[in-house]
C-alpha cells in the first residue's frame, strides 16, 4: 500500500486538475460560444468527462482516485466492518486534500485565463430542485462505483465515471456537482463553473443526503460491497 503522504498528494493533484478542466473549460466555452448557453454546456461537460477518465488513469494507481469526501466516506463507512478501504484518519486526510486541491483548482484556471486568482462566485444555486439534482447525481456516482467494484470491472471505472458525469451535466437540475469539495472550489471563480458562497452550504447538504441514501441503497443492493472498498474508484497499485 502507498504511504499516506503519497495517497493525500495524489488525491490533492487530481482534485485540483479536475477543477481546473471544469472551470477552464467553462471559460473556454463562454469565449467561443458567448451566445449560446446549451453549447457552452455541451463543451464544459464532454472537456470534464474526459479529464476525469485520464484523471481516474493517472492517479488511481497511487490513491484509488476518489477526488470526492462522497466517495471517501462511503468507502470508509462500507469497509469499515470487514476491515477494507479508508481508516478514519485516512478519510479526514483525503477530504482536507480534496478540498485544498479543489480550491486551487479554481485559482489555477482562473490565473491561465488571466483573470485575478480569486474571483469569489455571484451565481445563486439555490432551490429545492437544484438539491433533489444533487442527490440523485450523487446516488447514482455511488451506485456506479461500487457496482463496478463489486463485479470486478474497476477496470472500465474510468470511462464509466466519466461517462456518468458527463451525462449528469444534462440530466440533473443541478449540472451535476456531485462533490462536497468541488463546489467548495467552484466557489473561488465567478465564471460559467462557479457557484456563490451562500449556495455552497445547501449543496454540501443534499450531497450528504445523497451520500446516506446511496450507502443504504448499495447495502441492499450489494450487502458485501465493503469487501471490495480496497478497489474504489479503482484498486491502488501496492508497487508504486
Not at 477496470?155 to 456518468?164: D, E, H, K, L, R
Request: neutral net charge; glycine residues 12%; aromatic residues 8%.
Amino acid at each position: 500500500m502507498n504511504t499516506l503522504w503519497r495517497r493525500l498528494l495524489a488525491e490533492f493533484l487530481g482534485t485540483m486538475l479536475l477543477v481546473t478542466a471544469v472551470v477552464g473549460s467553462g471559460i473556454m466555452a463562454t469565449t467561443l460560444s458567448p451566445n449560446d448557453v446549451g453549447l457552452q454546456l455541451l463543451e464544459n461537460s464532454i472537456a470534464t468527462a474526459l479529464a476525469l477518465g485520464a484523471l481516474i488513469l493517472t492517479f488511481g494507481p497511487v490513491s484509488g482516485a476518489h477526488f470526492n469526501p462522497v466517495v471517501s466516506a462511503a468507502d470508509w463507512f462500507l469497509g469499515r466492518r470487514s476491515g477494507t478501504g479508508l481508516k478514519i484518519k485516512d478519510l479526514f486526510g483525503y477530504a482536507a486534500a480534496q478540498t485544498l486541491g479543489a480550491i486551487a483548482g479554481s485559482i489555477l484556471a482562473n490565473l491561465m485565463f488571466d483573470l485575478a486568482p480569486v474571483t469569489m462566485s455571484a451565481k445563486e444555486r439555490t432551490a429545492g430542485h437544484l438539491w433533489l439534482g444533487e442527490i440523485i447525481a450523487v446516488v447514482g456516482l455511488l451506485l456506479l462505483i461500487f457496482a463496478l467494484g463489486r463485479s470486478g470491472r474497476a477496470s472500465v471505472a474510468p470511462a464509466a465515471v466519466g461517462a456518468y458525469i458527463g451525462a449528469a451535466y444534462w440530466f440533473t437540475s443541478s449540472t451535476s456537482f456531485a462533490n462536497p469539495s468541488v463546489t467548495v472550489g467552484r466557489a473561488f471563480t465567478d465564471t460559467f463553473a462557479g457557484i456563490a458562497p451562500a449556495s455552497v452550504p445547501g449543496f454540501v447538504v443534499a450531497q450528504i443526503a445523497g451520500l446516506i441514501i446511496g450507502v443504504g441503497v448499495l447495502l441492499a443492493l450489494y450487502p458485501t460491497a465493503g469487501d471490495i472498498a480496497d478497489d474504489i474508484v479503482v484498486e491502488p497499485s501496492r508497487t508504486v
